[in-house]
């Protein structure tokens, strides 16, 4: 024996959620497979795993050194944003980051200024287990609902002044090209106002150019250039929806409440903030319970007694919810047609306070658990007798009901265009008992989904596209397909892909084309294209040509042919497509399509195939066979493909039966691709055989095919020689082999001696394993 034999290595399993290969060789050695001294062996974890030890471990005097280390399972990454700090900890040992982090990781939070994680206090850190973060990741959202300094508000007509620090929500909307002031407004987010729809509209309810508005935050004062309000900040109009409902005064002022989108995203402050929404119906109602809340709170630059005189100063007006049954009594028969279903009542009577012309579109508030929410929108003041353009103060003021419209209208709205989810929702602290029966949990952060072009649609990679509608939320990591219509072609990219908050690209444009009168004899619809597929997925790359008679195509990536002969990972459909499967990084790059019809010059399209990382999606296994039975000669060599996708890549295990196959033997090899081969069936390899695949996500995924022995008709059948597969042969007979070349299988004795030489060559019939035939042996 040589020396080096005495050391050599056996190959040790395969981490797992992990694999290793052999450095710098061409062969495919198993585990259990011996191996020289100084074979080194590169150790890698699959997608969502990271290897806990040394990536090379090499063969040192028989010892693998260091051992093959653990693949751990990771949690999501954190990355530090410019509103949430994040740091993590391992073992007592800071990180330097908080990306693929393992099991038993601590992460902390710490939110910019102005922003805030409801509920960390009680939950402090995030710790990694199973590969999540125990209690979810939480975000960091701007503080809503907050006043920066307490005083007293009483009133608006005869009120006091405040500054834009204790409602620092309040929003002011002027006419554009005066700079005149026409209505107040409530800061929902960073770029959504809420008002009223009689304050964008014209008396009919109809929508007035967006161009001839312009909203303030941060302001204390009336005037638009008043230089005491240093922290303002303006911005034109992106957008305005109002209710459907909403038709003026024809319906009396039904369903006066509206959304204005800025075309900037305010930056918070002191002065800049969003009051607290609760987008969830039932608990909003609550809210708006006459005898739970006591008082609600309205702020503006309304005037400030029954005359035409407003206020130069924001003022704040404190006053009670009424039920409508108290409100019917007391309003007078032409105000009492205002009081709609959508509609809160609030206010003194005979009390010289009230909101008036000019807070109309602001926000009705009520403080709970330290919060300020919005529960209403001031819409209808009673006009005054006494003075032209004054409000009525004796009288009851009458407010849009913010959870009335919360479903049909404003949620979809706000979904579209807040630049993240980032309201404060109820926490235990905050939320009213649990009678209310309410359970609310903030949004993570992703991409809000566009319209379907008026050319063409979008479709979701990995998911049916019925179950996601435009408006909706999706996670970071969605891939959108853009398709176009008959006749139309897309200018821009096939694909969009979400990166936190924002689509890579928009949906380009779709042009209208018509085809040539008189076609060419071949004619490529396109010459190059840009195709997006997932990693771990499986996508089609079509060539789509016309011709006669119809040309054939060839399919060629780096000079390689592709035929669909290298394996079950490449297929060439009917229509000649090419069919990749279990796509990898390495698949990506550019795919020669070649169409030849020999009635004049090949053409060629380039088709650059973009392999990209998407979301964490269940193993599936794709149809593989074309029925669930196989059935071959005896001691012929048979494939089983395994078409397997998934995110991350599956683990595939081959079983036969109930019994696991080993991933290379004398008689089986699992291949690259998952494929089964067999290098000659016998008749003990007869059966069902079930492909099974798991990647963590979800359920495994499994297919069967049973493999049956094709039965050779032969001039002569021997009779009785019907057998069972797992006959044997006559011990004491010279040569089986002998027999099955010269055909003699076809004689009774012969095919007697050597049942199971002649059963494996198909000159024997096999039965069913359930009948019991009993071969007689001399």
């Known amino acids: 024996m040589h020396l080096l034999d005495t050391f050599s290595c056996t190959l040790p399993p395969h981490p797992r959620f992990g694999g290793w290969t052999v450095f710098q060789t061409n062969l495919a050695p198993s585990v259990g497979d011996a191996v020289p001294v100084g074979t080194i062996l590169e150790i890698s974890c699959y997608y969502g795993y990271k290897l806990n030890g040394g990536a090379i471990t090499a063969c040192i005097r028989g010892q693998w050194r260091p051992e093959v280390g653990q693949c751990l399972r990771t949690c999501p990454s954190l990355r530090t944003t410019t509103i949430t700090t994040v740091s993590c900890t ?22 910019s200024p102005f922003y805030e994680i409801q509920g960390l206090n009680k939950f402090p850190v995030r710790i990694c287990s199973r590969g999540q973060w125990s209690g979810g990741i939480p975000e960091c959202v701007p503080v809503c609902g907050k006043k920066g300094i307490t005083k007293d508000p009483t009133l608006i007509v005869g009120g006091f002044n405040t500054t834009s620090l204790e409602y620092p929500w309040q929003t002011a909307l002027y006419f554009k090209r005066t700079k005149v002031l026409i209505c107040g407004g409530t800061l929902l987010s960073q770029k959504t106002i809420l008002t009223a729809a009689h304050c964008v509209t014209n008396d009919k309810g109809q929508l007035q150019p967006k161009e001839n508005y312009i909203v303030a935050v941060g302001k204390s004062y009336r005037s638009y250039n008043d230089s005491r309000d240093n922290a303002a900040q303006f911005s034109s109009i992106q957008e305005m929806y109002v209710s459907r409902q909403y038709k003026g005064y024809i319906q009396h002022y039904f369903g006066d409440i509206a959304i204005i989108v800025a075309n900037t995203t305010f930056v918070l402050s002191l002065n800049v903030q969003s009051v607290c929404v609760v987008w969830e119906k039932k608990f909003h109602q609550s809210l708006e319970n ?19 005189n407003p206020s130069d100063v924001l003022k704040l007006l404190k006053v009670p919810l009424i039920s409508k049954d108290e409100c019917e009594r007391r309003l007078s028969e032409d105000d009492l047609e205002y009081l709609t279903d959508d509609k809160l009542c609030a206010g003194f009577l005979e009390s010289g306070k009230s909101v008036c012309k000019g807070d109309s579109g602001g926000g009705l508030v009520t403080k709970h658990g330290g919060r300020y929410y919005i529960i209403a929108v001031v819409s209808i003041a009673p006009q005054s007798s006494t003075a032209v353009g004054g409000c009525d103060s004796q009288q009851y003021g009458l407010y849009t009901r913010f959870s009335y419209y919360i479903e049909d209208f404003l949620i979809d709205v706000e979904a579209r265009f807040a630049p993240s989810e980032h309201h404060v929702y109820c926490t235990d602290d905050d939320c009213f008992t649990a009678s209310t029966n309410v359970s609310i949990t903030s949004a993570r952060s992703g991409c809000i989904l566009p319209d379907h072009p008026t050319f063409g649609n979008w479709s979701i990679f990995g998911a049916p596209s019925n179950h996601f509608m435009p408006g909706t939320l999706v996670v970071p990591g969605t891939v959108l397909k853009i398709e176009c219509k008959p006749n139309y072609t897309l200018s821009g990219h096939g694909s969009l892909f979400c990166e936190n908050e924002f689509w890579s690209s928009n949906v380009g444009e779709f042009v209208f084309f018509t085809a040539s009168a008189t076609p060419k004899t071949q004619d490529l619809v396109a010459t190059e294209q840009e195709v997006h597929g997932l990693f771990g997925d499986h996508v089609t790359l079509e060539c789509a040509t016309t011709g006669n008679p119809t040309p054939k195509i060839t399919w060629t990536k780096d000079n390689t042919l592709i035929d669909g002969t290298q394996g079950a990972k490449y297929r060439i459909k009917l229509d000649q497509s090419l069919h990749i499967i279990m796509l990898q990084k390495s698949d990506a790059g550019v795919y020669l399509c070649t169409t030849d019809n020999t009635t004049g010059e090949a053409t060629m399209k380039r088709i650059n195939l973009v392999v990209i990382d998407g979301p964490h999606w269940p193993a599936t296994i794709l149809e593989s066979e074309s029925q669930a039975k196989v059935v071959v000669s005896l001691n012929s060599s048979l494939t089983l493909n395994c078409l397997v996708v998934g995110y991350p890549l599956p683990a595939v295990t081959w079983w036969k039966n109930d019994t696991l196959i080993p991933i290379k033997s004398s ?15 016998t008749s003990s390899n007869l059966g069902v055989y079930t492909c099974q695949a798991y990647n963590g996500v979800g359920k495994s995924a499994s297919w069967s095919v049973t493999v049956e022995a094709r039965q050779t008709n032969h001039d002569t059948n ?7 597969p797992d006959c044997q042969d006559n011990p004491l007979f010279p040569d089986c082999r002998v027999i099955v070349l010269s055909n003699h299988c076809a004689r009774q004795n012969y095919a007697k001696f050597c049942c199971k030489s002649c059963t494996e060559a198909g000159w024997i019939p096999v039965v069913n394993l359930t009948e019991q035939t009993t071969i007689v042996t001399d």
Do not use: M
């Open 290 to 308: 006459v005898t739970r809340v006591n008082q609600t709170y309205a702020s503006g630059w309304g005037f400030t007694s029954e005359n035409n």
């Open 90 to 111: 391992y073992k007592g040992e800071t990180l330097a980051t908080c990306l693929d982090v393992v099991k038993g990781t601590r992460a902390h939070f710490q939110c």
């Open 667 to 681: 008689q089986f090899e699992t291949r690259k691709d998952h494929s089964l081969h067999i290098a000659s069936v």
């Open 718 to 724: 021997p009779k009785g020689t019907d057998a069972q």
